[in-house]
């Protein structure tokens, strides 16, 4: 392992309700909307009905689709934009 292995964060897997509220721009209320109707996955750090909640980053950005179709979407991003070349008239 090397120094730069050692001086690197260990990266979350679960996220309490708040910081996936700052990460996804919804609100805690919303989230738990969204998981007491089944749409986003969660998982409590035990069996108690009150133990604190998490979501995974992956699950929230599941809940995100693009408001164009994919094809549409695809195909634009695959084609770049032409430059423009604008001249100075002379």
Do not use: N, W
């Amino acid at each position: 392992m090397s120094a730069e292995d050692a001086k690197s964060p260990i990266s979350q897997v679960y996220y309490a309700l708040k910081d996936a509220a700052v990460y996804s721009g919804f609100s805690v209320c919303t989230l738990r909307d969204l998981i007491y109707s089944g749409d986003l996955p969660a998982y409590r750090l035990s069996g108690k009905s009150g133990a604190e909640l998490r979501v995974k980053l992956a699950d929230l950005d599941a809940l995100l689709e693009p408001v164009i179709p994919p094809a549409i979407y695809h195909a634009r991003v695959g084609r770049q934009p032409s430059p423009v070349r604008r001249t100075r008239g002379r």
